[in-house]
Structure formats: structure tokens, C-alpha cells
């Protein structure tokens, strides 16, 4: 007879897993057949046997990576992530649009769903961006956005449907990766999440009464509630190991609008792009200002990707 548990931390060849039955993290180790196919990675459900040994792993819903063009490998950070946690400001740092939807292109080429959290929402300004804007643009993507003030947890959304008790009451049971620009606010708003039981302290997320640790590689942090993922291997929001064609995976809607240029195989969607659908849009139209963002944003990032040619980003 075997136990269900999950990779919460691995170090080598030891493994620190949590039965699902009892929620106790036991030590364990894998079997060297399963470390030759392929690596256990922190996420992972496994059975462990009697002698506290991981003797299988269960197939993946989805897989944190990247592509190592250089090496032409896929590097696998984590797995089964229920949502990417996008967490940006309302006050000070500015917002900016931009940064949230590489985040987004990440968890869609992940195949995790994200939430956009709007923290810092007492200091708000409708003078410094429209968050209704914002929001809509993302319900496009359905993406689900929330409405928070981290300092505040009874702050009631003025602006959104969804606030610091939806998010609350969505977050449990899951597994979620936290992003965020530094100083958007992270640190209070998963103390509050957690009832005060995670912190964040330097950069680095750990538990209230252990201190911050200096992992350098992925570990899940039980949060009461739900679990978080920590990983310095997911703080970077490059998107450089993505080809083209990953890209296209990324922007889907911008794909679906592109299918209606004349030449859509070879349109580059620039002002004298002959028969380009977006040149054909209007900028003072609120519903054509939502698509001209996403091609902004979409146009940026291929910038980027171009750098490197799409033969050395296969692993």
C-alpha cells in the first residue's frame, strides 16, 4: 500500500513531501529509476511506499519553465499551479500595463490562469490610469481581476466586483505562484492572506518564526488557506526563450485579430502595412483602444523575442 504526498522542498536526492492524508511533511527518497526518466520537481504528487521512498510520480496538469537556448534544453521549475498571482499598484510604484501582460504571456505559455490583484487601492488616483479600462481589457483574456488594499483588509472594491474577501475565498485550495513589480505589496497582502502565518521578508518569502530562506530553487510554503509557490527561477519576467510561434500562443487574441489582415501570413501590423485590420481601427473608439493595447504590448515583446532566432530556443 502506498500514500499520496507532495514535493514541497528537494534538495539532490532527498525529498521533503506532505501526505495528503495527515497534511505531516516526511523526508523521503526516490527511487533511482525515477530520477534517471526524469526529475521530481517540488509540486509534484507522488506514492511513497512503506520505507519512505517515492517509488511513482502522477502526471503533471501543467509544468513552471523555461527554455535554455544556449543548452537547448527545458529547464522545469515546478508543477500543478492553479493560478499566477499578478499583484500590481494602484499608487506608488506606477502601474504599468506593459509589465502586466508579459506576466500574463508567461502564465498562458504555462497553462496556468492568472489573476490581477489591484493592491494599494486607498491610494488610488482616477487621474493616474482607468482601472475599468484595465480590467476590461483583461476580462478579454478571462483573466479575473481584484480589487485590494493589503493595509486594509475590510476596503470594499469601489471600482471592480471582486475584492480582498473574493480573493480570499478563491485562493483556497490552490496552488499559486506570486509575481509583482517590487514595492506594488506583495509582502502585506499574503501576510493578510495567510492570517499572518507567511511573510515576506528581503526579496524572499518564508515563514513567520523560521526567517527568510535563501532557496535557489523552488519550494511550496503552506499559507493556511492555500499554497504558495517561491522560486527565484520565476522572478524574472524575460520572455527571450519564447519562439515566435509560442509568442502567437501568448497574444491568442491578437492572433485571432491578425487572421483579419488581408495578408495575415506575413503582416507586420505597422502604419503602411497594406490591408492590416489594425490600421483600420479607430483610437478614439473605447472598444478599438482595448485591441491597440494588446498589439502594443504583443509588438514589444516580439521585439525581444527576435533577438535570439526561434532554432536555438527548441529544447
Known sequence: MTIKARIFRSSKRQFDCQREDTKVVVEATALATLLKEDHIVVGDWVELDDHGSIVSVHPRSNSIFRNIPREQKKKVIAANVDVMMVVVSAGKPDYKRGLVDRYLARSDFW????????????????????????????????????????????????????????????????????????????????????????????????SVGKGAHTTTWAELIDAENFTLIDSPGIRSMSLSDLTKQDLLYCFSDVNEWSSKCQFSANCTHEPNSKGCFFQKLDNGRREDQLILSRLESYKRVLEEVSNIPDWQKKP
Open 111 to 206: 497553462n496556468v490562469p492568472a489573476y490581477v490583484i489591484f493592491n494599494k487601492m486607498d491610494l488610488y488616483e482616477e487621474s493616474d490610469f482607468d482601472i475599468k479600462f484595465e480590467a476590461e481589457r483583461l476580462k478579454w483574456l478571462n483573466v479575473k481581476c481584484f480589487e485590494v488594499s493589503s493595509v486594509d483588509k475590510n476596503y470594499k472594491p469601489k471600482y471592480l466586483p471582486d475584492g480582498f474577501a473574493e480573493l480570499d475565498h478563491d485562493l483556497r485550495g490552490k496552488t499559486a505562484i506570486l509575481v509583482g513589480h517590487s514595492g506594488v505589496g506583495k509582502s502585506r497582502l499574503i501576510t493578510s492572506l495567510s492570517n499572518g502565518k507567511v511573510e515576506l521578508l528581503s526579496g524572499e518569502l518564508g
